[in-house]
């Protein structure tokens, strides 16, 4: 299994996922130019993709959409409401648009949509199964219900956002009609929340998080992983043992091969 988040942030947002012979984009939020380039540095065409899985219909999760189906004729999946949501739907090919209302195969991979809390459409994470590995991607999300927790249990590799620090977000420069909407339990995940959700998933914690989605005016990389590992820390959690947490950025790859973690520039 191989999982690279291309880009992640508020610029844009897509991430890579190979399981067996299957090639997954999980958004496609910034335009086929950077995802074409970013799979060349991983050894990827972008013709091999197999499809892109849709969370929700933000921007910033589907600019890329209207190249890479018309250039490239990639498979997109969503549900239908997201897809009569999308800003760019009359642009994208009808062949290339599948409906997805369940879990579905693709390829070598069983995908399995959950529902999550954010103001959108019908906006969802998604669990990627191969064999005995798993791979859940959860950003865009308000607050973690029942439904994400049980989602996300026991991930060999879980995508999850760590969006804002509350005090940069309370005291920065946003209108406060924006902060109050950032804040609710359709808005966004802070870093005390992901800290929290993560130590009180117990035993059933993913083995390697990469904290996802950073706001780049309301928290900052080394925030963001100070407050998840000390929230972790205090709760008897073995870092780098019972969960490994790295970051992800707008303009980097942030990678995990097999064993191994990696981060690219």
Sequence with gaps: MQVHVLASGSTGNATFIEMGQTKLLVDAGISARRIKAGLA??????????GILITHEHRDHINGLPTLTKKYKTPVYANEDTFDAMYCRKLLPDCCCNIITAGLDIGTVKVEPFRISHDAADPVGYSMFYRSSKCSVATDL?????????????????VFEANHDVDLLKNGSYPWHLKRRIMSNRGHLSNIDAGWTLARMARSKPAK??????????????????????????????????????????????????DQTTVAV
């Design 41 to 50: 540095t991983l050894g990827t065409a972008i013709e091999e993709l197999n």
């Design 142 to 158: 308000g607050f973690v219900t029942e439904t994400v927790k049980k989602a996300i249990a026991y991930s060999d590799v879980l």
């Design 209 to 258: 998080v990469f904290l996802a989605h950073l706001s780049q005016e309301n928290n900052r990389p080394e925030i963001a992983e100070t407050t998840v590992r000390d929230i972790l820390s205090e709760q008897s959690c073995e870092l780098e043992v019972d969960i490994d947490v790295r970051l992800t950025y707008p303009d980097r790859i942030a990678g995990f091969i097999a």
